[in-house]
């Protein structure tokens, strides 16, 4: 099992960027595929990125590429996602995600465990 911990969310001016950091504790942490996912309020939860387990492949949503990028360090049981350029409709709860099925990494179920989010603002 997993557990997962997000923090680095707060309110940041529009332009600014953020740095979101994930903790993993458990065994195994380097065998899981990782991803970040935001839910703005009323809406949807959305893909924002994903990471393969060998930090090999990542994935993005088209509409964030260039200003997202997401990084691993298996050393430290960490996902990063950094956040650049902020933009208003970034403001969401970002979520944290792991998992080792297999299929389209864009998919919530592919990941079966979850962090409890951290809060975005991105103020205009």
């Known amino acids: 099992q997993v557990q997962l911990v997000e923090s680095g969310g707060g309110l940041v001016q529009a332009g600014g960027s953020l740095r979101l950091s994930c903790a993993a504790s458990?065994?195994?942490?380097?065998?899981?595929?990782m991803a970040w996912f935001r839910q703005a309020p009323g809406k949807e939860r959305d893909f924002v990125a994903a990471?393969?387990?060998?930090?090999?492949?990542?994935y993005y949503a088209d509409s964030l590429k260039g200003r997202f990028t997401i990084s691993r360090d298996n050393a430290k049981n960490t996902v990063i996602l950094q956040m650049n350029s902020l933009k208003s409709e970034d403001t969401a709860v970002y979520y944290c995600?792991?998992?080792?099925?297999?299929?389209?990494?864009?998919?919530?179920?592919?990941?079966?465990?979850w962090g409890q989010g951290t809060q975005v603002t991105v103020s205009s």
């Open positions: 995600a792991a998992g080792r099925r297999v299929g389209d990494r864009r998919r919530q179920e592919m990941y079966e465990y």
């Open positions: 990471i393969n387990w060998s930090a090999g492949y990542t």
């Open positions: 458990g065994r195994a942490f380097s065998t899981y595929d």
